[in-house]
Structures are given as structure tokens and as C-alpha cells.
């Protein structure tokens, strides 16, 4: 019971409380040229998509560290969605930067990646682990995508995706060292379908 209350204590957080960030804020000192309309409104749905891809990684790590068994494991999943709290804080706040809000479906995504990390828990740890990498992979490589898509002129942008992307292949790393098991390819497949359509979706909406 107590583990349930504390999932859904960070639910609300996550959904509806301010965040703050430990580390500096990667384009605090970033200066650049003024963006037109059209890159502005580019670059804030690029920072939508990552903010939900944040809002994701919240609910993978609640779930999967209520579903995991080993006292230590927990931890390692309890650390990891502190710091996956930093690019929460860092994406929101370029997105106000930029003049747009994150996506209305934010509370959907959260369940959805929530229940996500809760099969994947029934697993096993291993497996869950694997999950894992496979998700910080995938990150990493949407994460290096959107380097190609942001306005040349959007320093501050790049800056955090940069920082972010870094962070996620050292996720990934530390998940695949602790034990996680390759998953199976028709599972990364789904995992990339699932992946499509968020993104896409969220953003415009």
C-alpha cells in the first residue's frame, strides 16, 4: 500500500507540480539570434515531444521500481528518475522560453508508459532492465534526430538536447552494467511503433 501511494504521489508531481532541476540549466549562459515565428513554433514542438519523452521516463522508473523486488534495483531506478527530473525541468522551461505550453496529453502518456514499465517488471528484473536500455537507445537516437531538425539559430535548444542525449546513453549503459537482457526484436519494433505515434501526436497536441 505504501508503494502504491508513493506511485501515485509522483504521478502528480510529475503531471502537475513545478520541477527543479539539480545540475545548471544547460542553455542558461546560450545566446543566439532571434528566431523567426516559423522556427520558434518548430523548435517549441521539438521540446514538446522531449518534454513528453520526460514525462514517459518518469512513469517507467515509478513503475518499475514498484514492480522490482531487490531493495538495491529500486534505488537504481529511484536515481535514475531524479535525474531524468533535470531534462523535466530543462525541456519546461524552454518550452515557456519558446512561448508554448507541453502536451494536453500528457496525463495519457504518463499511464501509458506507467503500464509499460509495469509488464515489463513482471519480467523480471533483468528483463525490466533491459527495457531499459532498449528505451534510453531509442531516446538517445530520437534525442540525436531532433539535432538535425532544430533551427541552426536555436542554440539554447541544442544545448539541452545535447546534455539530455548524453544522459540517456549513460542510463542505458549503467542498466545493460546492472544486468538487463537484450530484448526480443519484435519487441524493439513495437517499442519503436508505440514511440512513432507519440511523437508524431504530441507534436501537435
Same mark, same amino acid.
Given at each position: 500500500?505504501? @508503494?502504491?501511494?508513493?506511485?501515485?504521489?509522483?504521478?502528480?508531481?510529475? &503531471? +502537475?507540480? *513545478?520541477?527543479?532541476?539539480?545540475?545548471?540549466?544547460?542553455?542558461?549562459?546560450?545566446?543566439? *539570434?532571434?528566431? #523567426?515565428?516559423?522556427?520558434?513554433?518548430?523548435?517549441?514542438?521539438?521540446? =514538446?515531444?522531449?518534454?513528453?519523452?520526460?514525462?514517459?521516463?518518469?512513469?517507467?522508473?515509478?513503475?518499475?521500481?514498484?514492480?522490482?523486488?531487490?531493495?538495491?534495483? $529500486?534505488?537504481?531506478?529511484?536515481?535514475?528518475?531524479?535525474?531524468? #527530473?533535470? /531534462?523535466?525541468?530543462?525541456?519546461?522551461? =524552454?518550452?515557456?522560453?519558446?512561448?508554448?505550453?507541453? @502536451?494536453?496529453?500528457?496525463?495519457?502518456?504518463?499511464?501509458?508508459? %506507467?503500464?509499460?514499465?509495469?509488464?515489463?517488471?513482471? +519480467?523480471?528484473?533483468? !528483463? @525490466?532492465?533491459? %527495457?531499459?536500455?532498449?528505451?534510453?537507445?531509442?531516446?538517445? @537516437? /530520437?534525442?540525436?534526430?531532433?539535432?538535425?531538425?532544430?533551427?541552426?539559430?536555436?542554440?539554447?535548444? =541544442?544545448?539541452? !538536447?545535447?546534455?539530455?542525449?548524453?544522459?540517456? $546513453? /549513460? /542510463?542505458?549503459?549503467?542498466?545493460?552494467?546492472?544486468?538487463?537482457?537484450? &530484448? *526480443?526484436?519484435? !519487441?524493439?519494433?513495437?517499442? $519503436?511503433?508505440?514511440?512513432?505515434?507519440?511523437?508524431? #501526436?504530441?507534436?501537435?497536441?
Amino acid at each position: 500500500m505504501e @508503494s502504491i501511494i508513493l506511485a501515485v504521489d509522483s504521478a502528480l508531481r510529475t &503531471l +502537475f507540480a *513545478p520541477h527543479r532541476s539539480a545540475r545548471p540549466y544547460p542553455a542558461a549562459d546560450v545566446q543566439g *539570434p532571434a528566431l #523567426t515565428e516559423q522556427e520558434r513554433k518548430h523548435a517549441a514542438a521539438l521540446m =514538446r515531444v522531449n518534454h513528453v519523452g520526460e514525462i514517459c521516463a518518469q512513469a517507467l522508473y515509478a513503475s518499475q521500481a514498484l514492480m522490482s523486488r531487490d531493495p538495491q534495483l $529500486r534505488r537504481h531506478f529511484e536515481k535514475a528518475s531524479q535525474e531524468e #527530473t533535470d /531534462h523535466l525541468a530543462w525541456t519546461r522551461q =524552454r518550452l515557456a522560453e519558446l512561448q508554448d505550453r507541453p @502536451s494536453v496529453l500528457n496525463p495519457l502518456w504518463y499511464a501509458g508508459a %506507467f503500464a509499460m514499465g509495469a509488464i515489463a517488471g513482471r +519480467f523480471g528484473d533483468a !528483463v @525490466s532492465l533491459g %527495457f531499459v536500455v532498449e528505451t534510453e537507445r531509442q531516446v538517445e @537516437s /530520437h534525442l540525436d534526430s531532433h539535432l538535425g531538425k532544430l533551427p541552426a539559430d536555436d542554440h539554447a535548444s =541544442r544545448a539541452i !538536447v545535447t546534455q539530455m542525449k548524453a544522459d540517456e $546513453r /549513460h /542510463h542505458a549503459e549503467e542498466a545493460l552494467a546492472a544486468g538487463g537482457l537484450p &530484448l *526480443p526484436q519484435a !519487441v524493439q519494433v513495437g517499442m $519503436r511503433v508505440v514511440a512513432k505515434v507519440m511523437t508524431t #501526436t504530441a507534436h501537435h497536441i
